[in-house]
T-cell receptor, first 113, second 114 residues
């Protein structure tokens, strides 16, 4: 079965630094998402992306966050100035169409020190 | 926005017993309800889903029921096995600006004792 891939698997950064989390969605999928999961808590929606633009974002997704699809395969999440509370597992997901199941990547564990 | 409540937070059963996890949602416009299983340190993976035009769906030992009037849906696992031990998340998808955004519950940690 095709998979969503994410890199890196772990990222450690200093508070205030910029990080870029990378994702390669499944090739024929059209809808892309970023979620995060703080340890032991629920999976929280950050942003959805379709047709090269953000289609929906949560209140967590403030001006410090941005997403980009720089080419036909990658989908990135950038955090401009990381805060301690940004420490979490970040999951990328994609789906073939609306109201279809999400395929999650294996996640990037971000630790902000 | 949508709010999904999930209970219980932890469920401990003996192998062979049944397990039931319940979720409620707030947005009556939600019409797609997936369930994801997340094993320790791994990605969430879909195990079953149900759409609002049906009340029940079954796949081997797993079944999901949906009551649209009451806005709740449940996951039923029969003849539980140790490999069923994981965190299970329910989700409800609502439409927002042309997107369907799954909102997740807090998760249920299922422990199946051999």
């Amino acid at each position: 079965e095709p998979e969503v891939t994410q890199t890196p698997s772990h990222q450690v950064t200093q508070m205030g630094q910029e990080v870029i989390l990378r994702c390669v969605p499944i090739s024929n999928h059209l809808y892309f998402y970023w979620y995060r999961q703080i340890l032991g808590q629920k999976v929280e929606f950050l942003v959805s992306f379709y047709n090269n633009e953000i289609s929906e974002k949560s209140e967590i997704f403030d001006d410090q966050f941005s997403v980009e699809r720089p080419d036909g395969s990658n989908f990135t999440l950038k955090i401009r100035s990381t805060k301690l509370e940004d420490s979490a597992m970040y999951f990328c997901a994609s789906s073939e169409s609306l109201r279809e199941k999400l395929f999650f990547g294996s996640g990037t564990q971000l630790s902000v020190l | 926005g949508e709010n999904v409540e999930q209970h219980p937070s932890t469920l401990s059963v003996q192998e062979g017993d049944s397990a039931v996890i319940k979720c409620t949602y707030s947005d009556s416009a939600s019409n797609y309800f997936p369930w994801y299983k997340q094993e320790l340190g791994k990605r969430p993976q879909l195990i079953i889903d149900i759409r609002s035009n049906v009340g029940e769906k079954k796949d081997q030992r797993i079944a999901v029921t949906l009551n649209k009037t009451a806005k709740h849906f449940s996951l039923h696992i029969t003849e539980t096995q140790p490999e069923d031990s994981a965190v299970y998340f329910c989700a409800a998808s609502h439409s927002s600006g042309g997107s369907y955004i799954p909102t997740f519950g807090r998760g249920t940690s299922l422990i199946v004792h051999p």
